[in-house]
Structure formats: C-alpha cells, structure tokens
Nanobody, 117 residues
C-alpha cells in the first residue's frame, strides 16, 4: 500500500524554524511531483509549495523567501524547510504525491505545526 509519512511538526515560537519531512514508499517516487499543503482550522486546504520531477519549485506568495521545498530521490523523501515562522503558518501540513498522467494522487496523514509564543 502506498504510504506518505510526514514528520517534523511541532510547537515553535514566532521567528523560529522547522523542517518537515515526508517519506514515501511503494511507488516510483522520482516520477511524481511532490507538494506540501496546509489546512488551518476553519479554512480550506491550500497549496504551500511544490517541486516537479525535474526539481522546479513553486511557492504560494505568503511563504516565498521563508520556505524551501526540496527532494531526495535516493531517499524517497521530500522536505519543507520553514524559516521565520509566523502565527499564520499554524496548520496541519500534508504531503502530496501526484502523477497526473496515471491519475495518481496520494496524501499523507498530516503533521501539526503550531507557531505560538
């Protein structure tokens, strides 16, 4: 069964940093676009950052310059380095793997990030 397992969430003070990881198994990781989404209480899930199979990246405006997405195809893992965290970054963060040509769209279980003093 396909698995995406996120880790690295937690409680951090404003201005702090966290690094999220998402370990993938049972699919050909290098052939999938990988993304991080987040969902805050009472809000819809939103795309935070994505990285293509060739390494091109995209960020939502509110995290540009603060967050960095990267992937390690040898370890089947995607990362999200989050710096200068703000209270509005508080959310459950979800890892997504997508291969549109095959109709594949996989999700992790989510990891909580709370930014608070």
């Amino acid at each position: 069964q396909v698995q995406l397992v996120e880790s690295g969430g937690g409680l951090v003070q404003p201005g702090g940093s966290l690094r999220l990881s998402c370990a993938a198994s049972l699919f050909t990781f290098r052939n999938y676009a990988m993304s991080w989404y987040r969902q805050a209480p009472g809000k819809e899930r939103e795309l935070v950052a994505s990285i293509t199979i060739t390494g091109s990246t995209h960020y939502t405006a509110s995290v540009k310059g603060r967050f960095t997405i990267s992937r390690d195809n040898a370890k089947n893992t995607v990362f999200l380095q989050m710096n200068s965290l703000r209270s509005e970054d508080t959310a459950v963060y979800y890892c997504n793997a997508r291969r549109t040509a095959l109709g594949h769209d996989y999700w992790g279980q989510g990891t909580q990030v709370t930014v608070s003093s």
